[in-house]
């Protein structure tokens, strides 16, 4: 069957730089850890538990554990997380990716400067907990027009106002617009990242063009789910799926393109096993 995959389907910049330096970090003979799931795909997470990759939740864990290398994930961590994993004594590979630690660097130095700082963002997401770390003081996250009601800042302070990289560029320019309304003295550091908006337009533009849409992604994945809901806008045939398994079997039409995208978290390989399928085997 003809097929097409998307351009930019699969992990974006941060995810691929921190699984290389898993992938590098298992060549050496030590105990590997993460510092949190690596990415937000259990097939992935599981692979790496059986080649010996363990996940860390807590840093106290870690004073029972032998010596090894820790990675930090793409999401980074706070700085007392951060400074508690360089103290452990661990080797440490810091795969936190750069455009997140721009935003630490940001704001850590405005902080210091005296500035309030806000992070536009999903509060229970461990990149904006990582980003709130890196604050002298306190940093507020704001992710509705209500969360802005809430806060008591003077007039005259001065706002450092940061995103998380996956938020969604329109909320966000909504909500740069109501604190530009309330006459707050803001300082808008735009830093979305363009990975997530970019392999959605692709979906978006595939499914307009192919009759069958087969997404691949983690069911908890996030950005896989508004995967499925852009192409299933486009394209009624459209299968959100995790592995190979899921699909078999269940792609009985005839169709004149197959298209295929998929989540930030999904390994390279699951999508050339179902590239593979659709092509040759189907
Ligand atoms: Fe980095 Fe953007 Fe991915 S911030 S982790 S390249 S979504």
């Not at 850890?33 to 599981?46: A, K, M, Q, R, S």
């Not at 309030?116 to 509060?123: A, T």
Request: net charge negative; with cysteine.
């Amino acid at each position: 069957m003809n097929c097409k995959v998307g351009e930019h389907a699969g992990f974006c910049f941060g995810a691929n730089r921190a699984v290389e330096s898993l992938e590098d970090a298992l060549k050496e003979n030590k105990p590997i850890y993460t510092f949190g799931p690596i990415l937000n795909n259990d097939i992935l997470v599981e692979s790496y538990r059986k080649r010996g990759v363990t996940v860390v939740e807590d840093v106290e864990e870690f004073d029972k554990l032998e010596k090894g290398k820790i990675i930090i994930r793409s999401h980074g961590v706070g700085r007392d997380i951060y400074e508690h994993l360089l103290a452990t004594g661990f080797e440490i590979f810091d795969a936190t990716c750069p455009f997140v630690k721009r935003i630490h660097r940001i704001v850590e130095k405005q902080s210091q400067l005296g500035d309030k700082i806000v992070v536009v963002g999903n509060p229970n997401h461990p990149e904006v907990m990582g980003i709130v770390g890196w604050a002298d003081g306190d940093a507020y996250v704001v992710e509705k027009e209500e969360d802005i009601d809430k806060l008591n800042f003077e007039k005259s302070n001065k706002i450092t106002l940061v995103s998380q990289t996956t938020f969604n560029r329109n909320k966000f320019q909504e909500l740069v617009e109501i604190f530009e309304k309330r006459s707050y003295n803001i300082d808008v550091m735009n830093t979305i990242c363009d990975a997530t908006r970019v392999r959605q337009e692709e979906a978006d533009a595939l499914s307009k063009e192919a009759d069958v849409m087969i997404v691949i992604g983690d069911k908890k994945s996030s950005n896989s789910r508004k995967l499925y809901d852009i192409c299933k806008a486009n394209c009624d045939q459209t299968f959100f799926i995790q592995t190979l398994e899921d699909i078999k079997g269940r792609l009985n039409v005839v169709s004149n393109l197959v298209g295929i995208t998929a989540g930030a978290s999904t390994p390279k390989y699951i999508i050339e096993e179902v590239q593979k399928y659709v092509r040759n085997d189907f």
